[in-house]
Structures are given as C-alpha cells and as structure tokens.
C-alpha cells in the first residue's frame, strides 16, 4: 500500500461501518453498509486468516475486473484517475509468466470483494490469491493515528492524523 502506507504507520479501525458482527465468529448480526470502490479495508488474509491484510477495493460484486498491459479496467472502463498507486516497474511481464501486470477479465461474485494494494507492482493482492468474502472483512482503514520511522528512530509527524482515501 505504499505511499498511502509506510511501514510504522498505525490505523484507526472502523469496524462497525459494515455491520454489527457476533463476536469471535463471521456472522453479522446488523448489516450497515457494503464496502465501495476505492474504500481501504482490512480482512484476514484469505490464505492465512491469522493475518490482517490491508488493500484497496477495486471490484464489487457483479464488476468485471481486467488487467491490460498494467492499466486496470473495471466494466471495461479504463481507471486512469487512480492517483494514489505507485507504479515503480518500468517493465511490463507478460501473462504466461505472471497475473501482475496482464489479468481476466474476471467478474466479481456475490458478497465477495477484488482487492488490489496501491503499490501495484510489488502487491501481493486479489491477483494472485483470489477474491475477499464479505465475511472476512474486518473494516475500514479510516485514520493514520501514530506514524514511526524505524530508520530515522523518529516520529513522522506529517503523517500522523493524515485520512486515509
């Protein structure tokens, strides 16, 4: 997810903003709200689920999601207004040797989400594991709280408070 993400940022949570689930369990006792486009969310990891994973959403059920020569598409509309990914290589691979950069079309199922982090070329993401239950959502990413630079050993302050879109 980086720039939107650095390693040391800490996040505010909303984890009602998609409903009202029975504790220690996937079961939503109050629905709320689905997740949208472009929202950040938090999930278990589908491959892991002892692990929180943070993307962006980029399809939602019913979306057809493609991947041409590193430019996404969704419903076949190009999404050149993405200003937050970062793209840092160059290089295109080709789809025989991986779904990095040339994807689908696929479509999006029924309560499930197509996640993809902004730093596209180095993203573990909905490409390469799959699509993310509603289920296993945990919620949105809302706020950068605390922000730490190990390196620096000094606190970033420009990006403590900073929202997260």
Same mark, same amino acid.
């Given at each position: 997810m980086l720039q939107t993400l650095q390693i040391g940022d800490h996040i505010l949570v909303n984890k009602f903003i998609y409903?009202?689930?029975? /504790? !220690?369990?996937?079961? =939503?006792?109050? *629905?709320?709200?689905? *997740?949208?486009r472009r929202d950040i969310i938090v999930f278990r990891f *589908?491959?892991?689920?002892? $692990?929180? !994973?943070?993307?962006?959403?980029?399809?939602?059920?019913?979306?057809?999601?493609?991947?041409?020569? $590193?430019?996404?598409y969704v419903n076949g509309q190009p999404q050149r207004d993405e200003t937050y990914i970062n793209k840092q290589d160059?290089?295109?691979? *080709?789809?025989?040797?991986? =779904?990095?950069?040339?994807?689908? /079309?696929? =479509?999006?199922?029924?309560d499930s989400y197509f996640v993809m982090?902004?730093?596209?070329?180095?993203?573990?993401?909905?490409?390469?594991w799959g699509f993310v239950h509603n289920s296993k959502i945990k919620g949105e990413a809302i706020i950068i709280y605390w922000s730490w630079d190990s390196e620096a050993t000094w606190v970033r302050f420009n990006r403590i408070g900073k929202i997260l879109r």
């Amino acid at each position: 997810m980086l720039q939107t993400l650095q390693i040391g940022d800490h996040i505010l949570v909303n984890k009602f903003i998609y409903g009202v689930r029975l /504790p !220690f369990t996937d079961i =939503t006792l109050i *629905p709320v709200q689905t *997740p949208k486009r472009r929202d950040i969310i938090v999930f278990r990891f *589908p491959e892991d689920e002892s $692990k929180d !994973f943070i993307k962006r959403v980029i399809g939602i059920p019913g979306d057809i999601v493609e991947i041409k020569e $590193k430019v996404l598409y969704v419903n076949g509309q190009p999404q050149r207004d993405e200003t937050y990914i970062n793209k840092q290589d160059a290089e295109e691979i *080709p789809h025989i040797v991986s =779904t990095r950069d040339n994807f689908g /079309p696929i =479509t999006v199922p029924k309560d499930s989400y197509f996640v993809m982090g902004d730093n596209r070329d180095h993203s573990l993401d909905s490409r390469f594991w799959g699509f993310v239950h509603n289920s296993k959502i945990k919620g949105e990413a809302i706020i950068i709280y605390w922000s730490w630079d190990s390196e620096a050993t000094w606190v970033r302050f420009n990006r403590i408070g900073k929202i997260l879109r």
